[in-house]
């Protein structure tokens, strides 16, 4: 009847190099689509990290945190409320401890004082702590008037960030982003963990090199890997060595305990953990404190020396997790009853944004909202919700969290929205995917107004989402042994997308599991024995139970169940290309 419209990743033949490397065809082809001409590119060994002196103000902002460290000067670390955030001041506050410094540490509270250094936390923090030195980690970038703000109180700043700029870096003492202007690093893909990586691990080197208390920042790898999976950082070579590195901590459970105690909440196995359980177990629980409650207690959790009290706090960002689901699943449904009142667009016509707001919305789910609806329209939606923030001062702040698609640089979109319109939105910043602002309630149909009129410039093609496939297996690479290559050559995530492969196969049975996974039993010509599929939450308008044949898109998997493992297909599209024509299949 059909087959999925797919393009190939790799329109070439492999290399014969990589063929010869690699013994799979189908892996040299995998490897040579994601830019990798010979397996040594994937060496991890922390040798091949990027050296640090590249980056801008690096330097400088180690004198300022020794020096502070030998005078005991009160240092405070201003965090953001992400698991970026989090992850990034544990390993500050982890780090800088173990050197002997007089260290604490604030994540603003987003309901009440919003992101970043601003003027608010900056007196809130040092009327609180007293310090004598702020470092900021995962913000600070566009913090002027903080930064201003903390050199009246007699405070030196150091910001430690890695979100993008178009504008000269605030006047702190310090800036290290590889993001700043006129920063030669060769990666621009470090998250905020990442950079707190590097600037701890540059202040022991030198620590260390002049007989002064230091620390093993490599430890913390385990906390550098969750935060730049969590935070979608691009799996470039160097965020690869370090996410490898992390995971291999965590697999031997030399990782900080707060991790094992999420693991254990989630129901996950430290010692199989791969990086996708970054993003669908442990990220969740920890975003789920600065969504709901207080990231404190995610932080807190990730400075957990003994069990008892990471386990606790495990437990309690697990009933957060569960509470933001329950927020979520309202919203969702209250964004689609809103869209599906909307009005219908042509036939082959397509949505290019979509920009919503309630005054009952939360505003610590926004982000997850409009990545939802993201993924249903397959454009750029942003959602809005009261800001409940000191930001504008007539009480009317709006916050909005915005997702994009491939193509469409979120960031720079609301940018140009802010160029065109200097009085429309009160602040803004992010990435090309992701991105945050905050503008007046009364200013919203204006917005939503002008961020469609640039949105319609892009060319209708960005707008149909494209899948990729590696190809086609050959039936020796229908093994637990392949499989297991797959998974261990390499990390995978953005930017070094998983392998996923599509073919035809022959239907031999089908079930429905816990009335939404679609079981599926196959086989395939030239594999002596069946292989199992399972289609997670599918749509069952999707799927003719008479199937006699089907073409599918997926992605390897091993099952593993009560000490035996099996080849386990993952279905990410299905066509069905036959009927059968006698008995349905399965009555």
């Known amino acids: 009847m059909a087959h999925l419209a797919l393009t190939p990743r790799l329109n070439d033949l492999p290399s014969s190099n990589l063929l010869a490397q690699t013994g799979y065809p189908a892996l040299a082809r995998v490897l040579q689509a994601r830019q990798i001409d010979d397996i040594s590119q994937l060496d991890t060994q922390l040798s091949q990290l990027l050296p640090a002196a590249d980056l801008l103000g690096i330097d400088t902002a180690i004198s300022l945190i020794d020096a502070a460290i030998d005078h005991q000067d009160k240092i405070l670390i201003v965090g953001d409320f992400d698991c970026d955030g989090a992850t990034s001041t544990a390993l500050m506050v982890r780090s800088l401890r173990q050197m002997g410094a007089v260290v604490d540490f604030l994540v603003p509270d987003r309901f009440k004082f919003g992101y970043g250094l601003t003027p608010q936390i900056v007196d809130y923090g040092v009327a609180r702590y007293q310090p004598k030195l702020i470092i900021t980690v995962d913000n600070g970038i566009s913090s002027h008037e903080g930064v201003e703000q903390a050199h009246r109180l007699g405070v030196k700043v150091v910001i430690t960030d890695h979100h993008l700029t178009t504008k000269p870096s605030p006047p702190a003492d310090a800036v290290v982003n590889p993001n700043q202007l006129g920063c030669g690093f060769g990666s621009k893909y470090l998250v905020g963990v990442g950079v707190a990586f590097y600037v701890m691990g540059r202040l022991a080197k030198y620590r260390r090199e002049h007989g002064k208390s230091t620390a093993n920042v490599a430890q913390y790898l385990d906390l550098v890997a969750l935060g730049t999976v969590a935070d979608l950082g691009v799996l470039d070579r160097n965020n690869r060595i370090l996410v490898t590195h992390g995971l291999a901590r965590i697999r031997q459970a030399q990782c900080v305990i707060g991790i094992l105690a999420i693991l254990e909440q989630a129901g996950r196995q430290h010692q199989s953990i791969t990086s996708e359980d970054f993003g669908f177990a442990i990220a969740p629980r920890i975003n789920a404190a600065g969504r709901m409650d207080d990231m404190r207690i995610g932080v807190e959790c990730l400075l957990a020396d003994d069990w008892q009290t990471a386990h606790r706090l495990a437990m309690e960002l697990n009933k957060l997790n569960h509470a933001r689901r329950a927020v979520e699943m309202s919203m969702k449904d209250d964004a689609v009853a809103i869209i599906e009142t909307l009005p219908a667009l042509n036939e082959g016509d397509a949505h290019k944004s979509m920009v919503l707001y309630q005054d009952d919305w939360h505003q610590g789910v926004i982000g997850i909202v409009a990545g939802r609806l993201k993924q249903q329209l397959y454009c750029p939606c942003i959602v809005f919700a009261p800001a409940d923030t000191d930001a504008i001062a007539d009480d009317d702040a709006i916050k909005g969290s915005a997702r994009s698609i491939a193509g469409v640089h979120i960031r720079d979109v609301i940018e ?3 160029f065109e319109y200097p009085d429309l939105i009160e602040h803004f910043g992010g990435h090309a995917m992701a991105a945050g602002l905050t503008l007046k309630k009364s200013n919203f149909e204006r917005f939503a107004k002008a961020f469609a009129e640039q949105m319609a410039q892009f060319d209708d093609a960005l707008f149909c989402e494209e899948q990729f496939t590696d190809g086609t297996l050959t039936p020796d690479e229908f093994s637990l042994r392949f499989a297991d290559t797959l998974q261990n050559i390499s990390v995978w995530g953005n930017g070094f997308t998983p392998p996923a492969f599509d073919g035809e196969f022959e239907v031999l049975n089908h079930r429905v599991l816990k009335d939404k996974h679609l079981k599926l039993t196959l086989k395939m010509a030239g594999v002596q024995y069946p292989i199992d599929a399972i289609w ?36 990410k599209d299905l066509a069905v290309m036959q009927i059968a024509a006698l008995n349905p299949l399965g009555a």
């Open 416 to 418: 140009r929205v802010a």
């Open 536 to 571: 997670f939450n599918y749509q069952p308008q999707n799927w003719d139970y008479r199937a006699a044949s089907v073409h599918i898109l997926y992605t390897l998997d091993i099952n593993e169940w009560q000490g035996s493992q099996n080849l386990q297909l993952i279905v």
